[in-house]
Nanobody, 123 residues
């Protein structure tokens, strides 16, 4: 089992940057692929990015490709999402999640979720 806690959200202007972090408890962090999802008001929770257990493979939603970078440090039990060139449509609650799948974009494949962190991009 793993517990996840996100941090780093906040208010930023269009074009700005934020770095989200996901801190995991336990000694089994490297057994899980990590995904970032986001949920805007009135919308479904949507896939943003995912990284494999070793960090060697990553995958991004088309809407963030080239602007967001996912990374992880298994020695520190952390995963990060660097978000650059932010747009108002990136405004949402961002969640990190863990799965035993190799790399997955389906939220139903993720067993563990953090509580979320709010990102607001002003125009």
């Amino acid at each position: 089992q793993v517990q996840l806690v996100e941090s780093g959200g906040g208010l930023v202007q269009t074009g700005g940057s934020l770095r989200l972090s996901c801190a995991a408890s336990g000694r089994t962090f490297s057994r899980y692929a990590i995904g970032w999802f986001r949920q805007a008001p009135g919308k479904e929770r949507a896939f943003v990015a995912a990284i494999s257990r070793s960090g060697g493979s990553t995958y991004y939603a088309d809407s963030v490709k080239g602007r967001f970078t996912i990374s992880r440090d298994n020695a520190k039990n952390t995963a990060n999402l660097q978000m650059n060139s932010l747009k108002p449509e990136d405004t949402a609650v961002y969640y990190c999640a863990a799965t035993t799948s190799i790399l997955d974009i389906q939220k139903t494949s993720y067993d563990y979720w953090g509580q979320g962190t709010q990102v607001t991009v002003s125009s």
